[in-house]
């Protein structure tokens, strides 16, 4: 995913220059913007931009809507937490909000904090309040309820009032305890804290992971996110995750009157706290820890972004309270993000695995925070042109907290007069096919990335592809999964789909038989080559779903060979037809009849179209229609007891992906919707349904499990 783009003329206008027009548009754009951010980082663990490039982005909308009050309304960014819970979790219901915390970044700001908090509770400047200061931990927020001291739930924060059920995942984690020991334990209480991974643990679990060919993850807290928002909680029970309690939600009695005693009951009860929490009486004392614990930031086993102080008597923080999303008697001091000046060398184009060129800087090697930095990313081509960042320019590179380092700016004086500006390639370097920014399928918006179209063809791309072809929903060969594509790849047997079709036969030819390589036997070499011959008839849809043209999901696989019919004639009508442009405003008849195939609209046209016009694609696809016969679609079981119903699933699917369930019932000639109406015929809830099946049952929309649901469909 990636985030929209802001006017980047009004950026640099200050909040205080801007027009209310102005600023109402800027507003909406930034609001765009974040929510993209937010998405990415609380539901993708994938973030798009810097921690210091995001709160910056919020400072700026917060500061428009101090300037432009009218602006804020009740969904404004400014109002909310995190992201919505993600639709794989069950979600939890938080009888105390997870609330987040106003940011500090220069000192005049947390005396301005200490000052605010006197003001609120009356009293005089020099009158004494304690605070408590402890690192903020770069991980993710989770709040476990205990009832009668044994864990029940555990949640993560979600969008602040509804969390993801992660319980199961919990109980892997060391550090959390199942039952509390110890003193004044409350019947009920929620204890919230900090799950992360320490630094030597991230390092440990991406080479494995490397390794492995599997995802290598980009800082601690995205492993730590990604480790805990996992599906199957014996993925969590192998991750190095841990725990510290620095806060709690509903609690039935409080063990303590202040911060510091609720953090040491919560040691008492066997939680890990943090080690380097004090109480301090003056802002002076704040800052003189801050400075303390930012000494030791790169020594400490585990990220932090920096340090939050507390109000410490937990009757004052009741009588400040909250507002809008974070509390009054709280505070984020964040460190800087650690900045150096070099010099940019090259600007390399990467591609990754779905096809995306990243442009990459290649940086005289610079130390930045004590990390020897030689390469920085430059995110997408806009971002290069709005920086006008040049080869052999001199530019400010940063670490904020993340592992991947950025190019700030360009220090101009500095720019040699050769430097011309950038020319984004346009072909992709891994393959050569041309690489092309489409418009978002919901949004038409240009796409900030650009990416290659010969997905068939690029080496970078070939596994990711070659996975996709004998997926489940596309050919389905059973025994060839990601990773034995992988080492078939490697080991140059298959670098096309059609080598698939010619592996028994190249094999029984071959010096090294597959039976005789790491991980194959006789069983499983004859097991493999059954199934790929049981897979030389597939559905005509399956063929073209199976081939990964973007955009053509099994949906419009199917849209578009009900019209076609055959690959032939999908090939031919794309090959005649002409995408509009200045010559052709409207396209012509091959692009007009494909736009009128119910559910095709031109960004799904354009990239069939795309596909077929590179010749290298047509190449691949006459070599598979050499081994493949593409059978009619497949037609829908007329017995099916759900032919023509319209059905929800919801909650979390144990025994099946959201996918499968879809497809599932998709082939059973069975629509699937993503809400509850009148419409629908059945919904199929598992653990943690929540609002979707309340409507169910107040429509009288029949309800049933996930077992039922298998054995209504056999
Ligand atoms: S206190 C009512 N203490 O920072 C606010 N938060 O920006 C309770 N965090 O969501 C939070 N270390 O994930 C608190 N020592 C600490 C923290 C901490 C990290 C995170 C937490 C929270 C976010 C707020």
């Not at 969590?236 to 609690?251: D, H, V």
């Not at 008492?268 to 930031?297: C, D, V």
């Not at 030819?509 to 030389?536: C, H, M, P, V, Y």
Request: net charge negative; charged share 25%.
């Amino acid at each position: 995913m990636t985030a929209p783009q802001m006017p980047a003329a009004l950026r640099h206008v200050p909040v205080a220059d801007l027009s209310a027009a102005d600023a109402g548009a800027e507003h909406a754009a930034l609001g765009a913007e974040i929510a993209a951010h937010d998405a990415a980082y609380y539901r993708e663990d994938a973030p798009l931009v810097s921690d210091a490039e995001y709160d910056a982005l919020r400072q700026r909308y917060e500061a428009i809507e101090a300037r432009f009050p009218e602006l804020k309304s009740e969904d404004s960014l400014s109002q909310k937490v995190g992201a919505a819970p993600s639709e794989k979790f069950g979600k939890v219901v938080h009888g105390v909000p997870m609330l987040s915390l106003a940011n500090a970044f220069a000192d005049a700001e947390v005396e301005e904090f200490v000052a605010r908090v006197k003001r609120f509770l009356n009293l005089a400047a020099e009158d004494e309040v304690a605070f408590t200061s402890e690192p903020k931990i770069d991980g993710l927020s989770c709040s476990l309820r205990y009832v009668d001291g044994r864990l029940t739930v555990a949640a993560t924060r979600g969008d602040g009032s509804q969390g993801e059920d992660v319980t199961a995942n919990v109980r892997t984690i060391a550090d959390i305890p199942h039952q509390l020991a110890g003193r004044g334990v409350p019947d009920i209480i929620d204890v919230r804290g900090e799950v992360y991974m320490a630094k030597a643990d991230f390092e440990a679990l991406n080479a494995r992971q490397e390794a492995a060919q599997e995802k290598v993850f980009a800082n601690p807290r995205n492993a730590a996110a990604g480790s805990l928002r996992q599906l199957d909680p014996s993925i969590t029970a192998a991750r190095p995750l841990k725990f510290f309690a620095y806060a709690w939600g509903e609690a039935s009695s409080h063990p303590a009157e202040t911060q510091l005693g609720m953090v040491e009951a919560f040691a008492g009860w066997g939680f890990a706290t943090n080690p380097l929490m004090i109480r301090a009486a003056s802002a002076a004392e704040l800052l003189a820890h801050y400075r303390k614990i930012e000494a030791q930031r790169a020594t400490l086993p585990y990220d932090i972004d920096g340090v939050v102080y507390k109000v410490d008597r937990l009757d004052l923080q009741r009588r400040l309270g909250f507002v809008s999303r974070s509390p009054r008697w709280a505070i984020a001091h964040k460190f800087p993000a650690e900045q150096a000046t070099t010099v940019l060398e090259d600007i390399e184009i990467q591609v990754g695995r779905t096809g995306a060129l990243t442009p990459v800087a290649r940086l005289l090697p610079v130390t930045v925070g004590g990390v020897v930095v030689s390469s920085a990313t430059l995110h997408n081509e806009d971002e290069i042109a709005r920086k006008d960042v040049r080869i052999g320019d001199t530019v400010v590179v940063q670490r904020a907290g993340d592992v991947i380092p950025q190019v700030v700016r360009v220090i101009l004086e500095k720019r040699p007069d050769a430097a011309a500006p950038y020319d984004f390639p346009h072909l992709c370097p891994a393959c050569g096919s041309h690489a092309v920014r489409e418009a978002d399928i919901k949004t038409g918006k240009v796409d900030a990335v650009r990416r290659c179209t010969g997905g068939l063809i690029c080496p970078a791309q070939m596994v990711e592809r070659l996975r996709h072809f004998v997926s489940r929903n596309a050919f389905d060969i059973e025994g060839l999964g990601e990773k034995q594509v992988r080492a078939f790849y490697d080991w140059g047997l298959i670098a096309s789909p059609a080598d698939i079709f010619t592996l028994e036969e190249r094999n029984a030819r071959s010096l090294q038989r597959l039976e005789n390589r790491d991980g194959w036997g006789k069983t499983s070499a004859a097991n493999l080559f059954a199934a790929i011959a049981g897979r030389r008839t597939v559905a005509v849809d399956r063929f073209v779903f199976a081939l990964g043209i973007r955009h053509v999901g099994e949906t419009n696989a199917k849209r578009l060979m009900r019209h076609y019919g055959t690959v032939e004639a999908l090939e031919a009508g794309a090959m005649a037809a002409v995408i509009p442009g200045e010559d052709h405003p409207k396209g012509n008849e091959a692009w007009q009849e494909m736009l009128a195939i119910d559910g095709i609209g031109d960004v799904v046209a354009e990239a069939v179209i795309e596909f077929f016009h590179e010749p290298r694609n047509r190449e691949v696809v006459a070599a598979l229609l050499a081994q493949v016969r593409p059978a009619p679609m497949e037609q829908v079981a007329a017995e099916s007891p759900v032919a023509g119903q319209t059905i929800v699933f919801t909650g979390s699917l144990e025994k099946m992906t959201r996918d499968e369930a879809k497809a599932m019932a998709e082939r059973l000639g069975a629509k699937v919707a993503g809400s509850v109406s009148a419409k629908t015929g059945l919904v199929v809830a598992g653990p943690g349904a929540g609002s979707k099946l309340e409507k169910a049952q107040a429509l009288g929309v029949k309800v049933i499990t996930e077992d039922e649901w298998f054995e209504l469909v056999g």
